[in-house]
């Protein structure tokens, strides 16, 4: 069963276009942070999310955690090529010293000159 | 420069013969660990530590080892690997309290068995 719903899976754009990626649970998480993974590399922590109704800036990124803290969304302004990757969405369950961090599927994002 | 560092980065390998990935970080973070990442399925975590000798099962772990002896080392063992084993594996760090812990992952290591 996966937990955390994240669509698109795929995403093609040209450069200059905004772009919505959304990851989406029945379940209530305490936290909820976005990583980017680039081939051949591990994920990197782009943010992280604690408060139903957040919203975080990344210059170009904006990030915003659901009111229920069920769901997340990510938004890219004027994607450009090196924004090109893997994004990956990760819950936390508990506040507590366990740390499990529950992904969804990822989606994968292919920004075109 | 902090980090967290995997070994071997690639390997090939047959049924049944034992395997060790090492990991180590130099963070001194308590926190750590493993990750099988497969097409479609994003990161399912296989066994995690939040300290010496301290380790737990994660969502995966049926046919994988793990040890804790030092604070940062975090062995993975494939006793007897399969080919449903074929994946990519990280180790991820982090310190252990707080909600906005940030995990360190890793380069992977791609693992074939044949």
């Known amino acids: 069963t996966q937990l955390l719903e994240q669509s698109p899976q795929f995403l093609s754009i040209q450069e200059g276009e905004n772009l919505t990626v959304y990851c989406n649970s029945s379940s209530v998480f305490s936290s909820l942070q976005w990583y980017r993974q680039e081939p051949g590399e591990g994920p990197v922590l782009l943010v992280t999310?604690?408060?139903?109704?957040e919203v975080k800036k990344l210059k170009r990124l904006t990030f915003q955690f659901g009111d229920a803290r069920k769901d997340s969304s990510l938004h890219i302004t004027a994607a450009q090529p090196g924004d090109t990757g893997l994004y990956l969405c990760?819950?936390?369950?508990?506040?507590?010293?366990?740390?499990?961090?529950?992904f969804g599927q990822g989606t994968t994002l292919q920004v075109k000159p | 420069e902090a980090q967290v560092t995997q070994n071997p980065r690639y390997l090939i390998t047959v049924t049944g013969k034992k395997l060790t990935v090492t990991c180590s970080q130099n963070?001194?973070?308590?926190?750590m660990s493993w990750y099988r990442q497969d097409p479609g399925l994003g990161l399912r975590q296989i066994y995690y530590s939040m300290n010496v000798e301290v380790t737990d099962k994660g969502d995966v772990p049926e046919g994988y080892k793990v040890s804790r002896k030092e604070k940062r080392n975090f062995p993975l063992i494939l006793e007897s690997p399969s080919p449903n084993q074929t994946s990519l594996y990280f180790c991820?760090?982090?310190?252990?309290?707080?909600?906005?812990?940030?995990?360190?992952f890793g380069p992977g290591t791609r693992l074939t068995v044949t």
């Open positions: 990760a819950g936390a369950r508990n506040p507590g010293n366990t740390g499990k961090l529950i």
């Open positions: 991820a760090s982090r310190i252990s309290r707080g909600p906005l812990y940030e995990q360190y």
């Open positions: 963070m001194n973070h308590e926190y």
């Open positions: 999310v604690v408060t139903g109704g």
